[in-house]
């Protein structure tokens, strides 16, 4: 078993002053797939990453990479692994030609194998005609391309992701995740951290929720979406001023919380019987409270995250950082 993972992680433990950022964390990453660790700010993930990448030394635990201690083999782990992490680690006065070409030098490729490798990359990842400018001059979706290709100049075995796309528009998202597929799809093993519940879901094979420093949860997109038992009924009301009557009326219908969205129209219930539902649709037509739609289905990642921790997957203070 032990020879098919790429991540083998037992009982991690990291702590920053009075601070447990991570609090016996347990891994078992399969070779060759996208595994996703998902959670807030603050969970834990950032750090788990750095210890896995041999950045930052356990408390308590151990762990190993490619079959490699992270501890006793961290030489050998750096060699066989790379890391992206949150911000990008390109030098912004550097052209993104002569940021590849540096990289690659300093790995060991001649001046020309250098320079072709940097070409290939460029041409890969979209940034040809933009490789003579100034790095400080991309756009942050250029930037974060240019960050990756400078992770596989020598194409990893293992691959450490730390939320990737954060601040990114939704073009520049999705090239990134283009990206991550076709680094898999070569071979390597992707462990994506992610605060975005949509990115696991697209990317993931398998999912480990971290929360306050633990793993809470464990298995794929749809077995976690199966794990809360139930299906979610989503509507949005063409009129978002009656939102707090619509939310009475489907709590009442459906004896059942109902969740308020980010969106003022929008509202989501869990559901355990469809033809309840369907009743509590007919009610809020009855009232006169228009739809301008309306879903039944299973639980988004959203409504799993906040039914195994009693609270919503969004941004909190950075716990090692606040440290």
Same mark, same amino acid.
């Given at each position: 078993?032990?020879?098919?993972?790429?991540?083998?992680?037992?009982?991690?433990?990291?702590?920053?002053?009075?601070?447990?950022?991570?609090?016996?964390?347990?891994?078992? *990453?399969?070779?060759?797939?996208?595994?996703?660790?998902?959670?807030?700010?603050?969970?834990?993930?950032?750090?788990?990453?750095?210890?896995?990448?041999?950045?930052?030394?356990?408390?308590?635990?151990?762990?190993?990479?490619?079959?490699?201690?992270?501890?006793?083999?961290?030489?050998?782990?750096?060699?066989?692994?790379?890391?992206?992490?949150?911000?990008?680690?390109?030098?912004?006065?550097?052209?993104?030609?002569?940021?590849?070409?540096?990289?690659?030098?300093?790995?060991?490729?001649?001046?020309?194998?250098?320079?072709?490798?940097?070409?290939?990359?460029?041409?890969?990842?979209?940034?040809?005609?933009?490789?003579?400018?100034?790095?400080?001059?991309?756009?942050?979706?250029?930037?974060?391309?240019?960050?990756?290709?400078?992770?596989?100049?020598?194409?990893?075995?293992?691959?450490?992701?730390?939320?990737?796309?954060?601040?990114?528009?939704?073009?520049?998202?999705?090239? *990134?995740?283009?990206?991550?597929?076709?680094?898999?799809?070569?071979?390597?093993?992707?462990?994506?951290?992610?605060?975005?519940?949509?990115?696991?879901?697209?990317?993931?094979?398998?999912?480990?929720?971290?929360?306050?420093?633990?793993?809470?949860?464990?298995?794929?997109?749809?077995?976690?979406?199966?794990?809360?038992?139930?299906?979610?009924?989503?509507?949005?009301?063409?009129?978002?001023?009656?939102?707090?009557?619509?939310?009475?009326?489907?709590?009442?219908?459906?004896?059942?919380?109902?969740?308020?969205?980010?969106?003022?129209?929008?509202?989501?219930?869990?559901?355990?019987?469809?033809?309840?539902?369907?009743?509590?649709?007919?009610?809020?037509?009855?009232?006169?409270?228009?739809?301008?739609?309306?879903?039944?289905?299973?639980?988004?990642?959203?409504?799993?995250?906040?039914?195994?921790?009693?609270?919503?997957?969004?941004?909190?203070?950075?716990?090692?950082?606040?440290?």
């Amino acid at each position: 078993m032990s020879a098919q993972l790429a991540i083998e992680a037992v009982g991690l433990v990291k702590t920053f002053g009075a601070t447990r950022a991570v609090d016996g964390v347990d891994l078992a *990453v399969p070779r060759g797939a996208v595994y996703g660790v998902l959670g807030p700010n603050g969970a834990g993930k950032t750090t788990t990453i750095r210890m896995l990448a041999t950045l930052l030394r356990p408390d308590a635990g151990s762990a190993k990479v490619l079959g490699r201690d992270v501890v006793a083999q961290a030489d050998e782990v750096r060699s066989l692994v790379s890391l992206t992490g949150q911000l990008a680690s390109v030098d912004e006065d550097l052209t993104g030609r002569e940021n590849l070409v540096l990289l690659a030098r300093l790995l060991g490729f001649t001046r020309a194998d250098a320079k072709a490798r940097a070409d290939e990359l460029l041409e890969a990842f979209g940034l040809a005609d933009a490789a003579g400018r100034q790095v400080k001059n991309f756009s942050g979706g250029m930037r974060r391309r240019l960050d990756i290709a400078a992770s596989i100049v020598v194409t990893p075995e293992l691959m450490f992701l730390d939320e990737p796309t954060t601040g990114l528009d939704p073009r520049s998202r999705n090239q *990134v995740w283009d990206i991550v597929r076709a680094l898999v799809a070569q071979g390597t093993t992707v462990l994506l951290c992610t605060q975005y519940l949509d990115e696991a879901d697209q990317l993931a094979e398998r999912i480990a929720v971290i929360d306050r420093g633990r793993v809470i949860a464990e298995g794929t997109p749809a077995q976690l979406k199966a794990s809360v038992g139930q299906g979610a009924l989503h509507v949005r009301l063409l009129d978002a001023d009656r939102r707090d009557e619509a939310e009475q009326l489907l709590a009442r219908a459906l004896d059942a919380q109902v969740h308020l969205e980010p969106d003022p129209a929008r509202l989501t219930v869990p559901v355990t019987d469809a033809g309840r539902a369907t009743g509590a649709i007919a009610e809020l037509s009855a009232a006169g409270i228009e739809l301008a739609d309306f879903a039944l289905g299973q639980p988004s990642l959203d409504e799993v995250f906040l039914a195994l921790t009693g609270h919503p997957a969004e941004e909190t203070v950075d716990e090692e950082e606040a440290a």
